[in-house]
């Protein structure tokens, strides 16, 4: 390496094969988002963190972790300006009470709650503090344009991010969701977003199309340029874009600190990790924090029906020609897991990423060498829950716990029971508990044997009254909020949206 002496974080595209690769730094990672040759960012090294590191952690609140944990990844930003917008962004305003919080279960598990935000889902964490992230890279470049943010949503982005970039100088926001692929709640939360800079409207077909759709636009230089030459350049708030990732990696650390606190582990105990799995973002958020120094015995990654990313660790065979299933777990119906390509580099590297890639979008499918397959199984297992298992869960933890799961959380139980089974490894688990149960109320309802409201709000009044536990206030404040887009467009038109006044 020529530039042995510069010890500032780079970051490099999944795709860059050439012998000298591109090296941007995290404030230009942020704003590009997707790289220009398609490929996503990743740091050139994963940045470790010491024992002193966790003994500093220990003794700080989260935004404190959070701006201490980010500083190593941003290291172009300012220490004071991170922890400012860290601050700001896990206020108790935006989070209540606090931004995480450990419950124990029986069995040696923990559900890590990740859904104390403003839409009741985890993404809140990382999009609360994302347009700051962005507000600050665009001035450190020095960028004078406007940034129009395209999201395409499963259903919890799209509001998050709406919440999170709503009002912000510099931005707007158009946001993407498949129209029959969303919750009602969810629906509802988009459609009756407030601030100045915001849009969103459903599209017809599945979340797949929808990503693809916006992945087309972000990845073309021709609608780049047409952008540039209305003034304003096009961005992406999904997990595609490593400032989306980075603020998940400092919950896993920070969780683990509140266990080392509670005298549930020893520093230096290692811990499985479950996680309800779409995209691929939250778990290798987990798997960053692992290779930062964080103690883990092994990776769960839990899919619903839709279970491609099972067979792919389990087969090596990722295939995409398969019909998409509608579930009860709607942020996780994907077939197209972006952030397996920052997997597949950060252990095969970016020749082997293209050439995979490329076969994915030619033939529908690739076969990864299983080389590379036993190295990801050294951390990775992977299980699937259906629809019955995942009800199943919901009913048999309220059953034993008196704990509440939401459909996405009940997968990644599901999935940790059947790991437990296969393998006998019942080391202590923390679960990602990705929603809040009110945001799925019907289906929750349903795995309880309660009957449902006539509506989504009734719904959520009866689970609350049958089971004595608070409806998050962020949810009742939807019921009485004006609908303001209720637009449901062609896939063919989002390009026509991107370039909305
Ligand atoms: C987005 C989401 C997931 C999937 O997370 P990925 O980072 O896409 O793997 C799981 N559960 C809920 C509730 C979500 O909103």
């Known amino acids: ?89 896990y206020s108790t305003e935006n989070f209540s009470p606090s931004p995480i919080a450990v419950k124990k279960l029986s069995s040696n598990m923990y559900s890590l709650e990740l859904w104390h935000g403003r839409t009741c889902a985890f993404k809140d964490l990382a999009l609360t503090l994302m347009p700051r992230l962005l507000s600050r890279a665009l001035k450190t470049t020095g960028e004078k344009k406007t940034m129009h943010i395209l999201v395409a949503t499963s259903g919890d982005t799209g509001k998050a991010a709406l919440e999170g970039y709503r009002d912000i100088d510099g931005v707007k ?32 077909g599945s979340f797949d199309d929808v990503q693809s759709g916006v992945k087309t636009i972000l990845s073309s230089e021709r609608l780049h340029a047409a952008a540039e030459a209305k003034g304003y350049i096009l961005g992406s708030a999904n997990s595609i874009n490593w400032g989306r990732l980075v603020p998940q990696v400092v919950y896993y650390i920070s969780a683990y600190c509140d266990l080392c606190s509670a005298g549930e582990i020893e520093t230096g105990d290692r811990v499985n990790i479950a996680v309800p799995t779409g995209n691929f973002g939250n778990i290798l958020a987990a798997y ?41 777990t709607p942020s996780m119906d994907i077939i197209l897991a972006s952030n397996i390509e920052r997997l597949i580099c950060l252990f095969g590297g970016a020749e082997l990423t293209v050439d995979l890639m490329e076969q994915l979008s030619r033939k529908g499918y690739y076969k990864a060498p299983e080389g590379l397959m036993d190295e990801i199984r050294k951390y990775f297992s992977a ?9 199943a869960e919901i009913y048999l933890e309220w059953e034993k716990d008196g704990y509440l799961l ?22 202590k688990t923390i679960i990602a508990s990705t929603a809040s149960p009110y945001k799925f109320a019907p289906s929750v309802c349903d795995a309880l044997g309660i009957l449902s409201g006539k509506d989504i709000f009734e719904t959520m009044d009866i689970l609350s009254e049958k089971t004595g536990t608070e409806i998050p206030t962020p949810l009742t404040e939807v019921r009485t909020k004006e609908i303001r887009f209720r637009d449901i467009i062609d896939k063919g038109d989002m390009m026509e949206l991107a370039f909305r006044k």
Not at 19 to 37: H, Y
Not at 177 to 199: F, H
Not at 306 to 325: E, S
């Open 1 to 89: 390496m020529t530039e042995s002496e510069d010890d500032t974080m780079k970051y490099i595209s999944t795709r860059d094969t050439s012998a000298n690769p591109r090296e941007i730094s995290s404030a230009e990672a942020i704003i590009e988002g997707i790289a220009p040759d398609g490929g996503l960012y990743i740091p050139k090294s994963i940045p470790r963190i010491s024992a002193g590191d966790f003994d500093a952690l220990m003794h700080m609140n989260y935004p404190e972790r959070a701006a201490y944990v980010l500083a190593k990844f941003l290291d172009d930003y300012d220490i004071d300006e991170l922890y400012e917008d860290c601050e700001k962004a």
């Open 173 to 204: 926001i158009t946001c993407f969701y498949p129209a029959d692929g969303v919750s009602e709640i969810q629906k509802l939360q988009m459609q009756t977003s407030s601030g100045k800079n915001v849009y969103t409207a459903g599209v017809r």
């Open 288 to 328: 960053i924090a692992m290779k930062m120094g964080l103690p883990v015995d092994r990776f769960i990654c839990a899919s619903n029906s839709n279970n491609v990313l099972t067979d792919f660790i389990n087969t090596g065979v990722y295939d995409r020609r398969r019909a998409l299933q509608k579930t009860i």
């Open 383 to 391: 299980y699937s829950a259906n629809e019955d298992d995942t009800m």
């Open 406 to 427: 939401d459909p996405h959380t009940a997968v990644a139980l599901g999935s940790v029971v059947k790991f437990r089974l296969d393998t006998g490894n019942v080391k």
